[in-house]
């Protein structure tokens, strides 16, 4: 079924085979989701501790933390912080690197880090490059259509944050988009 199964892993394989007496068919199909689930684990990255100690109460500190992560971009870097039902971040995932002036963002991959971090809520927030803020019409689209994949996926979308080099953001949960 994987194309990507090492050679230590059909060692293991064979050897757990031989031990237990069970047809190799019916090991394989275990094993190779024991392997997936490893896999996919293991790409996850944890957060610094200094964003995980604390949580989100305003646009201000997802502000700070994704101009800490993304703030000084050449190019636009679409950010999602996972955050639990206390609003902590559990994780951050720079979803899309694109050029200067745009970025595309799918639901199925900002959900997708959700969904693997068991995630309560979401915070988006991109960069602009040009220094100022404010949102394009696509930023406005897309943080829509978040909503409602959101909304669909039992994961509220809370803020979409626009931050910059220069320390200055628009939130647009604050500014009566969301």
Do not use: W
């Amino acid at each position: 079924m994987n194309a990507f199964v090492s050679m230590k892993d059909m060692e293991f394989k064979r050897e757990l085979q031989e031990e237990k007496n069970i047809p190799s068919e019916e090991k394989s199909i275990g094993l190779n989701a024991i392997f997936e689930v490893i896999r996919i684990k293991q790409v996850v990255q944890e957060v610094p501790t200094p964003f995980a100690i604390g949580a989100i109460r305003s646009p201000d500190d997802a502000a700070n933390i994704a101009g800490t992560l993304i703030g000084d971009e050449d190019r636009e870097v679409f950010l999602v912080l996972c955050l639990n039902t206390k609003n902590q971040v559990t994780a951050a995932h720079r979803c899309h690197v694109g050029s200067i002036n745009a970025s595309i963002v799918h639901a199925r991959e900002v959900f997708k880090t959700a969904i693997l971090n068991n995630a309560a809520s979401i915070v988006l927030s991109h960069q602009h490059p040009s220094g100022d803020p404010t949102p394009s019409m696509e930023d406005l689209n897309v943080t829509k259509r978040l909503v409602q994949a959101g909304q669909l996926l039992g994961i509220d979308v809370l803020d979409h944050v626009i931050v910059t080099h220069n320390g200055d953001h628009y939130s647009l949960k604050e500014k009566g988009h969301l």
